[in-house]
């Protein structure tokens, strides 16, 4: 553990007593880490002669420490309440995004469609290159749209079911 | 060794080393840290309720390398806290070894 950690965590623990208090408390651990560097130790080492900063701060404190502070805090993660929601959202989202997959899928055919005409009158192969490129990438953007719709939904349903 | 009991002792030792003369926090926290194997973080706080209690007081002196230090000085109740405690102890340790000479024969 560093010197930052250590003074840091000591602050937070010690949350329940007067800021002058804390602050003169800090201080004396401060002169230590200072005279320890001065003794030719290394921050680790004092550190770990110290003990840890919620071992030190109870005996300030007392039985009135922040017990939430104890325990590292655990990433709150979403329950099920969470999934569901976002499972509907998701398909609110999905059926406004027809148009725009459905559409995208319409664009690409009626392009197929018309280059097969086109292609053969003006017979040039740059032409050719760039009505596959085009079409293509339409066709390309409505599948990434409806795989993506599909995954998130998929993904609130396994997380339903947690 | 159980910390409640350390704990005491701990008071009696940081009392009667500054018996000898006046002494900054690091100087007793490395000292006790290392003479009682108890965390040296723990010296802090006693000294903070020693000196609440009216047994010791501080002030700031300068240091030869750097900023100043917090010295400890014990006070003419903090001396008879300290004869008390030890009577105590000296007792306490008389009765529980003759306690194993008792369980001994």
């Known amino acids: ?162 | 060794m159980n910390t409640q009991f350390k704990k005491g002792v701990l008071e009696l030792c940081a009392l009667t080393s500054l018996l000898s003369g006046d002494k900054y926090g690091y100087e007793l926290a490395d000292m006790l840290g290392k003479k009682m194997t108890v965390a040296e973080g723990s010296v802090y706080p006693m000294l903070k309720r020693l000196q609440s209690e009216g047994y010791f007081d501080s002030y700031l002196k300068e240091s030869p390398n750097g900023p100043a230090r917090k010295y400890y000085r014990i006070t003419v109740k903090g001396v008879d806290r300290q004869r008390i405690l030890q009577e105590q102890w000296f007792e306490f340790t008389e009765q529980v070894n003759s306690f194993f000479e008792g369980v001994e024969k």
């Open chain 1, 1 to 162: 553990m560093k010197k930052i950690d250590f003074l840091n965590e000591l602050y937070n623990y010690l949350s329940p007593l007067p800021k002058a208090e804390r602050n003169e408390i800090l201080n004396d651990f401060r002169e230590h880490f200072r005279e320890g560097e001065l003794a030719g130790k290394t921050e680790e080492q004092i550190c770990s002669e110290l003990g840890s900063p919620f071992e030190c701060a109870k005996q300030y404190v007392g039985d009135a420490i922040d017990d939430n502070r104890i325990k590292p805090q655990e990433k709150k993660k979403p329950n099920k309440t969470f999934w569901t929601v976002a499972f509907f959202w998701n398909i609110v989202q999905a059926f406004f995004s027809i148009p725009i997959t459905f559409g995208l899928f319409v664009v690409a055919a009626i392009m197929i469609v018309a280059y097969c005409f086109i292609v053969p009158a003006i017979g040039s192969i740059a032409f050719l290159v760039f009505a596959i490129a085009s079409t293509s990438t339409v066709l390309c953007l409505g599948i990434i749209t409806l795989l993506w719709t599909m995954i998130e939904i998929k993904e609130c349903i396994k997380m339903m079911n947690k």
